[in-house]
């Protein structure tokens, strides 16, 4: 019997990594991004093209897609705004990624914009995209809490997701950016979404803020979910949202849906050794929570 | 509108003291009995009547079921055999707790018995506790996985349930020793034992191994347990069962079920200094993988 697939895309070379102190090369990205290959990790987010001035860590965006150019994978780059798209699309990237938002404050904080401007962006971003022949993946932002509005009202979400699907984006990412969602709450609205939806266009995003983050992923898979982001090493936090500590490891996901016998297609030996990589390059890395573990079992195993 | 009860037995005063390096006086583990009564928790597991030879950690039992002697309360004891039960009589507890197993390594080297023997011993013990008017909670070890012997088919756990509710165990408690269950197999065995028994005699208690703690939990709540397991500041582990670390903290647990709107009586901030308490006294606590959130948000809301 065939194992049913489940998508995983790493965030950490640009998700993960803008959120820590250490600022790395381009080249340095690249060898994540190129470990992370090597561990069978298919879909990855290598970069974003920001103000190098706003985020030193992100600079040389356009270097590192140059890099990867023609190899295989889904590699993906995150533009703040139309700009940055037409300098992704210069740069070569085919999958593009854009946020917009859950709540005001939090896009106020993060995009300088109202919620609408965001919109509005994306939806010009997504209305180019099909001349571009790009692939668009959309994040909503502050899905469920924001740290600054409080409770995101599961509607507001549901009508964006829809708003967004409906304008051609490939993908809509649900994010709990500040990691205080629960299972009970992640599986209400999930179901709503993969319902209305089905669970092809979907994805979750979760931090492990509160440990809940495997909760989570195992509450969106109950309702249908089959794609996750996810962060090797659970480098990642966000400055702007007080309390969020890093994205769920990717190797905690992988351990976990790989047990339970879906087909990531990642190698967890290959993917503790990108793991490793990180956190010699960050120095500081968590490694995931399960990571002892994990190593015993590898090291038991080799 | 109501909230929905759940229970948490905090099993670390005898599961999680008994397994750490620090042994501590029966008078520490009173304090921390009462430190967790403080906190609003009801169902506490005190102490264990087995040699203090063997296990030095747990000596003195019959004095901590003394003091605590007409407290309010649900206080349990672990016996582990019938001369352990007729102890605990004697000293006056009037809720007592015995092992049996899923597996045959791990009943050979916990309990030095066959799996046979540690059933029959329990059954003797369900049909005593009936004229000594006492109530019986029995956990079924290796539930899941065996260190000695691997996979525990869900079937045996299943028969094994049937047996142990028809001779009168108040409570079965599932038990994922060695804290290597995932929450797709937790939410299938729990789906037919609440389906053939109901939730009110069911436990869940796990390990927090591979950081699927929380998982588990949500996946067992979906198949309708109301009852859990856990330990406070996440002491635990166990000396016989290779690999296995701590129970799942109760700060974790309860942090979730509150969060998710159910009422487990527990009030956060009395059980933050239980944990440190125990932090304390053990020298070798977690804490919990949620710690650092619910400091934050405790010090941030006080």
Same mark, same amino acid.
Request: glycine letters at 10%.
């Given at each position: 019997?065939?194992?049913?697939?489940?998508?995983?895309?790493?965030?950490?070379?640009?998700?993960?990594?803008?959120?820590?102190?250490?600022?790395?090369?381009?080249?340095?990205?690249?060898?994540?991004?190129?470990?992370?290959?090597?561990?069978?990790?298919?879909?990855?987010?290598?970069?974003?093209?920001?103000?190098?001035?706003?985020?030193?860590?992100?600079?040389?965006?356009?270097?590192?897609?140059?890099?990867?150019?023609?190899?295989?994978?889904?590699?993906?780059?995150?533009?703040?705004?139309?700009?940055?798209?037409?300098?992704?699309?210069?740069?070569?990237?085919?999958?593009?990624?854009?946020?917009?938002?859950?709540?005001?404050?939090?896009?106020?904080? +993060?995009?300088?914009?109202?919620?609408?401007?965001?919109?509005?962006?994306?939806?010009?971003?997504?209305?180019?995209?099909?001349?571009?022949?790009?692939?668009? /993946?959309?994040?909503?932002?502050?899905?469920?809490?924001?740290?600054?509005?409080?409770?995101?009202?599961?509607?507001?979400?549901?009508?964006?997701?829809?708003?967004?699907?409906?304008?051609?984006?490939?993908?809509?990412?649900?994010?709990?950016? /500040?990691?205080?969602?629960?299972?009970?709450?992640?599986?209400?609205?999930? +179901?709503?979404?993969?319902?209305?939806?089905?669970?092809?266009?979907?994805?979750?995003?979760?931090?492990?803020?509160?440990?809940?983050?495997?909760?989570?992923?195992?509450?969106?898979?109950?309702?249908?979910?089959?794609?996750?982001?996810?962060?090797?090493?659970?480098?990642?936090?966000?400055?702007?949202?007080?309390?969020?500590?890093? +994205?769920?490891?990717?190797?905690?996901?992988?351990?976990?849906?790989?047990?339970?016998?879906?087909?990531?297609?990642?190698?967890?030996?290959?993917?503790?050794?990108?793991?490793?990589?990180?956190?010699?390059?960050?120095? +500081?890395?968590?490694?995931?929570?399960?990571?002892?573990?994990?190593?015993?079992?590898?090291?038991?195993?080799?």
């Amino acid at each position: 019997m065939s194992r049913e697939k489940v998508i995983i895309q790493d965030v950490g070379p640009r998700d993960g990594l803008q959120n820590q102190p250490k600022i790395l090369t381009p080249q340095q990205r690249v060898h994540i991004v190129r470990a992370l290959m090597a561990a069978g990790v298919e879909h990855i987010q290598v970069g974003s093209f920001v103000s190098p001035k706003a985020v030193p860590a992100m600079a040389g965006a356009a270097e590192i897609v140059s890099e990867l150019q023609g190899q295989p994978g889904q590699f993906s780059v995150l533009v703040p705004n139309v700009k940055g798209y037409e300098l992704a699309i210069e740069a070569g990237a085919r999958i593009i990624e854009m946020v917009v938002y859950g709540s005001e404050g939090f896009s106020q904080a +993060n995009a300088h914009m109202s919620r609408a401007q965001s919109e509005a962006a994306c939806m010009e971003i997504l209305d180019r995209s099909v001349e571009d022949d790009v692939r668009i /993946i959309t994040t909503i932002s502050t899905s469920f809490d924001c740290p600054f509005d409080g409770v995101v009202e599961p509607a507001v979400v549901e009508a964006l997701t829809a708003r967004l699907l409906e304008r051609g984006s490939s993908v809509v990412v649900v994010a709990d950016t /500040i990691g205080s969602a629960d299972p009970a709450r992640v599986r209400k609205l999930m +179901n709503r979404l993969v319902g209305d939806h089905g669970p092809d266009h979907l994805c979750c995003h979760f931090h492990d803020t509160r440990a809940m983050g495997l909760a989570n992923v195992f509450a969106s898979l109950e309702s249908g979910v089959r794609r996750f982001d996810a962060s090797v090493a659970g480098v990642g936090g966000c400055p702007f949202a007080p309390g969020a500590s890093g +994205n769920v490891a990717t190797e905690d996901v992988v351990m976990m849906l790989e047990q339970m016998g879906f087909d990531t297609g990642i190698d967890q030996r290959g993917l503790m050794e990108a793991s490793q990589l990180v956190a010699e390059l960050t120095e +500081n890395a968590s490694g995931g929570r399960a990571a002892p573990w994990l190593r015993q079992m590898l090291e038991a195993s080799s």
